[in-house]
Each structure stands twice: as structure tokens, then as C-alpha cells.
């Protein structure tokens, strides 16, 4: 039983281009959590979905980010035109009726040049 | 609004050393508990939970965790600590009744001396 998958591990980006991180749940997991980790701080939350439904996306900057998660595939995170304060750590957690039991995946370490 | 209170930025303890690890929370309700410990460069890995029954939350890796609903407090413990739990501890509540986002504390980076 695979754990929760997160592609690339490592995402290296020139200014103005976009990022797209993926997040694949465990199996029979259909609530998914993006968090972003800057350096020396903690994790915090920025959007929460369900198969194809946003649930809070009260943490999500109001521009060039946005997430979904389809009925097929993994979740994505989208960031467009980055920029260099965009460089942090982004976690998907996953859980299977969002009431705990939150596994996360190893991260994607997103470096804009 | 929620919030997620861990005191100590760093400690240093030596290999052998007992460990308590502070965390606090802020909310009306018992909310549900956790502790993640994450190692330089890589995800989070579950340590221990608490969503009701009893107080005293074995996890793993020999840490548990009290649940003091009168301190509003979730300590991490482990009686002998070894080289290899030098890490980042974090705790996390995720509000009951509620849509169970987890907030998590800041963070605390744990040294462990030989």
C-alpha cells in the first residue's frame, strides 16, 4: 500500500514560469491537504479538496496559485509566473474521511531561479 | 481563531537524556492531537495521536504524549533519547465538528548531544 506520492521531488523554476505539483492520495483516500513550509517555519495550510470539489482554499494566496483534484488522477497544485518568494517546501497530506489520520508524502522542493 | 503554541524553538539534550517537548493549543473544544517529527529534507512522519479515551497516547519510536485538557497542553515525551531522534518536532490540532484542517505549531528542532 503505497504511501502518499508527490512528483517532482525537486522543481527548479526561472521566474515566470509555472509549477505544477503533484499529489497522487493513498489508496481509498479522497481528502487531500496542500501545505507550504518556508525555511525555519512550520507548515501552513493553504487549501483542502475532495474529489473534484475545493473545500477551503482559505490559506491559498489570492493570485497565480490554484489546486484541484479531479475525479481521475492526482491532485495538482499550480503555480503561476513565480516568483522567488514562491522557493519553499510544499506538502500534500491525504486522509480518508478528513477527520484525521492525515499521511503526508515527502514534499516538493520548489526553487525559483 | 485556533492556534498551535510550541515554546521552544530548540533543545539540546544529550543522547541518554529524558525529553519533553512543549506544545499548547488554543481552541473551545477538545480538538484532535498529533505529533510529527520530520528529518532535514524529508516529509512528515506521524508520531502519535490523540482523538479520545485515554490521555496518555503511546506512539512511536518509545514517544508518548500527554493530553492535559485543563493546561490545554499535548507534551511529547520520551524517557532516553537517542542520536538518531534528532529532528523537527511538530504538533498539530485539527478542530472536531469542525472540517478537520490541521494547524500546525512552529516547530521544534531537537539536538541531541553525544
Known amino acids: 500500500n503505497a504511501g502518499v506520492m508527490q512528483n517532482p521531488r525537486h522543481l527548479v523554476r526561472r521566474r515566470g514560469q509555472e509549477a505544477r505539483l503533484r499529489c497522487s492520495p493513498m489508496?481509498?483516500?479522497?481528502?487531500v491537504y496542500w501545505y507550504r513550509q518556508l525555511p525555519e517555519e512550520g507548515l501552513k495550510f493553504m487549501v483542502y479538496?475532495?474529489?473534484?470539489?475545493?473545500?477551503?482554499e482559505s490559506g491559498m494566496p489570492k493570485e497565480r496559485f490554484s489546486a484541484e483534484f479531479p475525479k481521475e488522477g492526482p491532485s495538482i497544485l499550480r503555480i503561476q509566473q513565480v516568483v522567488r518568494g514562491d522557493s519553499a517546501a510544499y506538502f500534500c497530506?491525504?486522509?480518508?474521511?478528513?477527520?484525521?489520520?492525515?499521511?503526508f508524502g515527502s514534499g516538493t522542493r520548489l526553487t525559483v531561479v | 481563531a485556533q492556534s498551535v503554541t510550541q515554546p521552544d524553538i530548540h533543545i539540546t539534550v544529550s543522547e541518554g537524556a529524558s525529553l519533553e517537548l512543549r506544545c499548547n493549543y488554543s481552541?473551545?473544544?477538545?480538538?484532535?492531537l498529533f505529533w510529527y517529527v520530520q528529518s532535514p529534507g524529508q516529509g512528515l512522519q506521524l508520531l502519535l495521536k490523540?482523538?479520545?479515551?485515554?490521555?496518555l497516547v503511546q506512539g512511536i519510536k518509545g514517544f508518548e504524549a500527554e493530553f492535559k485538557r485543563s493546561q490545554s497542553s499535548f507534551n511529547l515525551r520520551k524517557p532516553s533519547v537517542h542520536w538518531s531522534d534528532a529532528a523537527e518536532y511538530f504538533c498539530?490540532?485539527?478542530?472536531?465538528?469542525?472540517?478537520?484542517?490541521?494547524?500546525f505549531g512552529r516547530g521544534t528542532s531537537l539536538i541531541v548531544h553525544p
Open positions: 489508496k481509498g483516500h479522497s481528502h
Open positions: 498539530a490540532v485539527a478542530l472536531s465538528g469542525g472540517s478537520y484542517i490541521p494547524t
Open positions: 497530506a491525504s486522509s480518508p474521511q478528513g477527520q484525521g489520520g492525515y499521511t
Open positions: 481552541y473551545g473544544a477538545t480538538p484532535y
Open positions: 490523540y482523538f479520545s479515551g485515554d490521555t
Open positions: 479538496l475532495q474529489k473534484e470539489n475545493i473545500i477551503d
